[in-house]
């Protein structure tokens, strides 16, 4: 029963494909994020998603394109996959946007593009 | 542009004593800052925050405190136990702004 649960944890696949990871909160919370932590450890916002709206698209290319079918869940497709793009990436959600203290981690999936 | 800064990649404490761990700011409109705590193979989960219109807040072993002249903020945890092992980061934003600019992390280590 865990919170924030998203899939895969490990991801490893070649340069140009086309991935997806899934993202699913049992929290009831309205607001879904995605972050990404990259090689030098900065943990960063990319995009964030109220009532499956989209609120927060930071400057990140458009070969990312994230999808929220309900507010339970916030997917995130990844096109012609670059090897900059390895990195973990974090859902998370929050009952408001932006209310960071009570905001809940998925544990990460770990992108390896070769 | 690294706007929050956690110049120590990692910190190892005796079990009993203080730890103490600091980051440094650039943007002088930051006004809220908070420490997330991070166990391997699980997202991090908040642990403490601080306004601007304070200069130190407590929460039990942990004590957060902002000194906003340097820009500069630190947690103490007193005292350590080996369930503090794990990587803290520092986060902040500022009014108006959602986005929380993170830190890079430290890694603590506690000694039994």
């Known amino acids: 029963d865990t919170a924030v649960s998203q899939t895969p944890k490990y991801l490893v696949t070649q340069m140009g494909n086309d991935k997806s990871i899934k993202c699913e909160q049992n929290?009831?919370?309205?607001?879904m994020y995605w972050y990404k932590q990259d090689s030098k450890k900065f943990l960063k916002i990319m995009f964030s998603y109220n009532n499956k709206e989209l609120i927060i698209n930071e400057t990140v290319p458009n070969r990312f394109s994230p999808k929220s079918p309900d507010k339970a869940h916030l997917n995130l497709h990844i096109n012609s996959l670059e090897l900059g793009d390895s990195a973990v990436y974090f859902c998370?959600?929050?009952?408001?946007?932006?209310?960071?203290?009570?905001?809940?981690f998925g544990s990460g999936t770990q992108l390896s593009v070769l | 542009d690294q706007q929050v800064k956690q110049n120590s990649p990692s910190l190892s404490v005796q079990e009993g004593r203080i730890s103490i761990l600091n980051c440094d700011y650039t943007n002088s409109m930051f006004d809220y800052f908070l420490w997330y705590k991070k166990y391997p193979a699980e997202g991090p989960t908040f642990l403490i925050s601080i306004s601007s219109i304070k200069d130190k807040n407590e929460d039990g072993r942990f004590t957060v405190f902002l000194n906003k002249s340097a820009k500069h903020l630190s947690l103490h945890i007193v005292p350590s136990q080996p369930g503090d092992s794990a990587v803290y980061f520092c986060?902040?934003?500022?009014?108006?702004?959602?986005?929380?600019?993170f830190g890079t992390g430290t890694r603590l280590t506690i000694i039994p």
């Open positions: 929290l009831g919370h309205d607001t």
């Open positions: 986060a902040a934003r500022y009014f108006g702004n959602e986005k929380l600019t």
């Open positions: 998370a959600s929050s009952q408001e946007s932006g209310d960071n203290e009570k905001l809940f």
